[in-house]
């Protein structure tokens, strides 16, 4: 299963509302995660089964989506979100990312 | 907390060897399937290997199948990767990732290590 997403940057200013896409290459129901990366750091875990908040994230992050099409939504973009983010489709011991999406400073 | 620490990257001749730790903390090591990821310099992520907490099942990508061997040691919570004839295209930060999950394969990775850079180059 290849991982699409969309667009591979984004310029937004602080307060914007950002939205990620994340498309499948055939149905993964919801096994999708999305993860945020800042530069020479390690992915930290945002949203798993496709919508689900992982513990400790802020609320202004939220996932949808099942199928082929997922999003990534942050609701009011935070200084502290400016970072790349990657979906990842994830079944058994099957993992796939996305080529990640980078969120700048408009 | 959870704390996951990678070690044992360095300069590698390409044909060569080397062989990752990552020891944890903080958790019932056993308990959660690991894998190890890769990031190449400026590029994105990639999937390596993945073991079950037991470590009796075990898993890779096509790009190292043969060449990696990934294995735990659950009294010393370590999670290993063995990388044998070792090419340019291995070049990557490599983290080892925790499962969220006690049950198969763990699903989406809830912690990660810091990264142990690999380079191989003559």
């Known amino acids: 299963t290849q991982m699409t997403q969309s667009p591979s940057t984004l310029s937004a200013s602080v307060g914007d509302r950002v939205i990620i896409t994340c498309r499948a290459s055939?149905?993964?129901?919801?096994?999708l995660a999305w993860y945020q990366q800042k530069p020479g750091k390690a992915p930290q875990l945002l949203i798993y089964q496709a919508s689900n908040l992982e513990s400790g994230v802020p609320s202004r992050f939220s996932g949808s989506g099942s199928g082929t099409e997922f999003t990534l939504t942050i609701s009011s973009l935070q200084p502290d979100d400016f970072a790349t983010y990657y979906c990842?489709?994830?079944?058994?011991?099957?993992?796939?990312f996305g080529p990640g999406t980078t969120v700048d400073i408009k | 907390e959870v704390q996951l620490s990678e070690s044992g990257g360095g300069l590698v001749q390409p044909g060569g060897s080397l062989r990752l730790s990552c020891v944890a903390s903080g958790v019932s090591f056993a308990t959660y399937a690991m894998s190890w990821v890769r990031q190449t310099p400026g590029k994105g992520l990639e999937w390596v290997a993945g073991?079950?907490?037991?470590?009796?099942?075990?898993y890779y990508a096509d790009s190292v199948k043969g060449r990696f061997t990934i294995s735990r040691d659950n009294s010393k919570d370590t999670l290993y990767l063995q990388m044998n004839s070792l090419r340019g295209e291995d070049t990557a930060v490599y983290y080892c990732a925790k499962g969220r999950l006690t049950w198969g394969s763990g699903g989406a990775f809830d912690d990660w290590g810091q990264g142990t850079l690999v380079t191989v180059s003559s």
């Open positions: 073991i079950s907490g037991s470590g009796d099942n075990t």
């Open positions: 055939e149905s993964i129901d919801s096994w």
């Open positions: 990842q489709h994830y079944n058994g011991m099957f993992f796939s």
